[in-house]
């Protein structure tokens, strides 16, 4: 009997998402396959790859990273550096000097680094908030508006803030993340709460949540797995939204990464473990459906970016 | 598996206003119950015209066309007993949202609307009934293989068959109930896809009672396996319970505001 390959090929896709403007804009999703399954069906829009620096510029790069922004004095600067490394997609602008719990730096200062930023590079742009729900709803509201026009992320719209994080990406017509902490029912809802409150479900991008690999990676995996399924084979118009999955902030403070080098010797070179923890945990994920990771280290960039181009 | 499809059933010549609107070509009456049934999550419209004997084609193509200019050519199941109106009907379908139906086949007279349906690449419900309704599952079964054997001879997909048990009334027809279920159970463990006019079951009831009936029905036939129903999705107490067996099944994920979507 001829054996007749059946087509992996979906009746549904994930909506197709442009985030950013001009020549630089980037698309993300649109597939009706299973991630990378371009042999059932062309997936017009590979993945894209992010890299991450944040408001407190040098100081909180790991040194293996530092080396790459030599000589940069501001997060302008090392903004301006970032979008010409190899495989740099969109940047993405992590605001954790707001953290309550840390630095706790003000709104408006924070506000300024995003304006400068945005003012110095023309690749589409993620705002990452602080770790608190709250104080993310003035930071966001506020990035939302120096960034009119720029059609940028804001990372995230979570269950305690949503309708104001989505009220500021609608009035702004910014695209709103939404992010649920590995937590697939959780993942479904927020799509659900943001449509109702008017956000365009084509202007949501999900972030499912991640971790480094080992730290219940396994749940995060099962999870993306579960909405791609539900997303294809089930066409749930709730899910079909792209994920964009920020990795570097994961995996750059478990302890096999940061554990210096004369405390663990038998683990050896701190960078190169950095970086294949990185490199693995955005891979897993990449094949698990995310449609974008955000990355810290410009090797992983280049070398995820280079898989990607590869593969599709 | 995929979510339990609703297909609407209240654009029905049985409506008098329907029925008069039919007749009229007023679109307005058609329209507002299209949108209702809709609204209450009707995955497809029953365009049911009755016999139409004298101007079927010309009237299933004008239902056709309006409705889905009007709603995002939204799937539609071509109900009648005129073949040509049928024919007339997928004529001017487009498939952007899902294939027609044709309702319906059974497995006496109207056996070659399976014909109909593989020729034009639809799906077809299949009435496992011959003359008169059947006297107990293996006749019903023996109706089924006859029409699933006829629709794939003829190059149709078994998934595009949906195998109708024919629901029966309860006042007069209790002691048929389980049967009906039964028999659901033996689509499923075939494959095959079913669906039928479920609230059958509660004809002749007091009108507060048919929902409570009609939705536990659903809820044990959907155990079952059933796939589909044709039904009346403005009854909110039926697509409550359609929604949550969908959950409790898997068929689609949950979430708080699940009802609401």
Known sequence: MPFTAKSGKFNASIRSLTIGIGDKAITLGGECVLPFYSFDAAIENAPKVGIEITDCGMAAEPESVQKYYEGCTSVTDMAKRAAEFDGVDFLSLRLEGGDPNGLNKSIEELIRIVKDVAAAVDLPLVVCGCKSEKKDEELLSKAAEVLNGKNALLLAAKEENYKTVGAAGLACKQVVGAESSVDINLAKQLNVLLTQSGVDPQAIAMNIGSAAAGYGFEYVISTMDRIKAAALSQGDAALQMPIITPVACEVWSVKEVIASESDIPEWGSAKERGIDMEVETATAVLFSGSDAVILKHPESVATISKLIKELV | ?261
């Open chain 2, 1 to 261: 598996m995929g979510k339990f499809v609703v297909i609407g059933e209240r654009l029905s010549v049985t409506a008098p206003i329907i029925n008069k609107a039919f007749t009229e070509r007023d679109p307005e009456p058609i329209l507002k119950r299209a949108k209702q049934q809709l609204d209450a999550g009707a995955v497809y419209l029953d365009v049911n015209i009755g016999p139409a004997q004298s101007d079927g084609a010309d009237l299933m193509k004008w239902a056709v066309q309006l409705l889905q200019s009007e709603f995002d050519n939204v799937p539609l199941a071509l109900d009648t007993s005129n073949k040509a109106a049928i024919e007339a009907g997928m004529s001017v379908y487009n498939r952007a949202k899902g294939k027609p139906i044709i309702n319906s086949a059974d497995a006496a007279g109207r056996i070659e609307y399976l014909d109909l349906a593989a020729a034009n690449d639809a799906i077809c419900i299949a009435l496992c009934n011959g003359e008169g309704i059947a006297k107990d599952n293996d006749e019903r079964m023996m109706y089924c293989q006859t029409l699933l054997e006829r629709g794939l001879e003829q190059g149709m997909e078994a998934e595009d068959i949906w195998f109708d048990p024919l629901f029966l009334v309860v006042k007069g027809m209790q002691d048929k109930q389980m049967q009906i279920l039964e028999c659901i159970k033996m689509f499923s463990d075939m494959g095959l896809n079913s669906t039928g006019g479920l609230s059958n079951n509660s004809n002749g009831m007091p009108k507060h009672i048919r929902p409570i009936m009609d939705s536990a029905l659903v809820a044990m036939a959907m155990m079952q396996g059933l796939t589909s129903a044709i039904v009346n999705p403005n009854d909110l107490r039926l697509m409550e319970t359609i929604k949550s067996c969908d959950i409790l099944k898997g068929n689609t994920l949950y979430a708080d505001s699940y009802l609401e979507i």
